[in-house]
C-alpha cells in the first residue's frame, strides 16, 4: 500500500517551512505527499514579507478534490490563519471522517511575523483540536491555547492535560524555545508522560522546525506506525535536519530536510 500524506497549511516561497518542507519530509519517509493551500507567504530566511490567504471557496475545493477522488491516510495542518479557515478545514476532515491528523498550531513565523489571527484561537480550540490525534505546540503557542505560563516541565505537564481536556488524544510539547542547554520534548499521550531528552545545537538555521517535525509525525502515521514510535522517529528527524547544516540565507536558514536518510542513526 502506497501512504498518503496531507499537508494543509500555508506556501513559503523560501522552500524552509510550510507545504514545501512537508512536502519534502513526506518524500525523505516514503509517504506521497499532497498539499492543501491555505495562504501565499512570501518570506525567506530574514522573515516573512507578506501573507495572502486563500479565498475560503478555494481551499475547500482544494480538499474536495483529493477527498472525493484521492483521500488520505494521514494529514497535518499548519498555518490556517483565520478563524474561517479554522473552521472550513475542520468541518472538511470530520465531513470526510479522516483520522490521524497531526495539528501544528502555527502561531507566529521565526521573525516574529503573526500568522494566526487572535481571534482564530478560539476556533482552534473549538473546532480543530477536538479532531486531533496529536498536537505539536512550542511553548509560546502552548501558552496562547491553554491561557497558562510555562517556565517548568511541570507547567509543560499541566498544559498538556489541559490540551487532551479540549479533545485531542495526544500532545507534543515541543521543548525548542527553552533555555536549557538540553532540549526536552514531552509527550503525553492522555495517561503517561514521555520526556525526550537531546543536546541543544547552536545554529541559527532553525526555520520550519516545527513545520517538519508534525509532518515526520505525519507521514510515520500514514504508514501505519503507532503514534509513539512517529514522535520519535520525527524527533531523530530533525534533529538531523538542525545538526546537517545547509547555511542557506543570511537570517534563519532551512532544515536540511535529506539529513536523515542520509545518517541513517536512530537514537531513540
Request: glycine share 10%.
Amino acid at each position: 500500500m502506497i501512504a498518503k500524506a496531507l499537508t494543509i497549511a500555508g506556501s513559503d516561497s523560501g522552500g524552509g517551512a510550510g507545504i514545501q518542507a512537508d512536502l519534502k519530509t513526506f518524500q525523505e519517509l516514503d509517504a506521497y505527499g499532497m498539499s492543501i493551500i491555505t495562504a501565499v507567504t512570501a518570506q525567506n530566511t530574514l522573515g516573512v514579507h507578506g501573507v495572502y490567504p486563500v479565498p475560503i471557496e478555494g481551499i475547500v475545493e482544494q480538499i474536495d478534490a483529493i477527498g472525493n477522488d484521492m483521500g488520505t491516510n494521514a494529514l497535518k495542518t499548519g498555518m490556517l490563519f483565520s478563524s474561517e479557515i479554522i473552521e472550513a478545514v475542520s468541518e472538511r476532515i470530520h465531513y470526510y471522517q479522516w483520522d490521524n491528523v497531526v495539528i501544528d498550531p502555527v502561531m507566529i513565523a521565526k521573525g516574529g511575523a503573526k500568522l494566526l489571527q487572535d481571534e482564530a484561537v478560539n476556533a482552534l480550540i473549538d473546532t480543530l483540536i477536538p479532531l486531533s490525534t496529536v498536537v505539536t505546540p512550542n511553548i509560546p503557542e502552548a501558552e496562547m491555547i491553554t491561557n497558562r505560563k510555562i517556565n517548568t516541565v511541570e507547567d509543560r505537564k499541566k498544559a498538556a492535560k489541559d490540551i487532551v481536556q479540549m479533545g485531542a488524544k495526544s500532545v507534543v510539547m515541543k521543548g525548542g524555545h527553552g533555555s536549557a542547554d538540553d532540549v526536552v520534548d514531552l509527550f503525553f499521550d492522555g495517561e503517561t508522560f514521555v520526556e525526550m531528552t537531546s543536546p541543544r545545537i547552536d545554529t541559527r538555521h532553525t526555520h520550519g522546525t516545527g513545520c517538519t517535525f508534525s509532518a515526520a509525525i505525519t507521514a510515520e502515521l500514514a504508514k501505519g506506525i503507532e503514534i509513539k514510535q512517529a514522535v520519535l522517529t520525527a524527533k531523530d528527524f530533525i534533529r538531523a535536519a538542525i545538526e546537517t547544516e545547509l547555511g542557506i540565507g543570511e537570517g534563519h536558514g532551512p532544515t536540511n530536510h535529506w539529513a536523515y536518510k542520509k545518517r541513517g542513526v536512530k537514537s531513540f
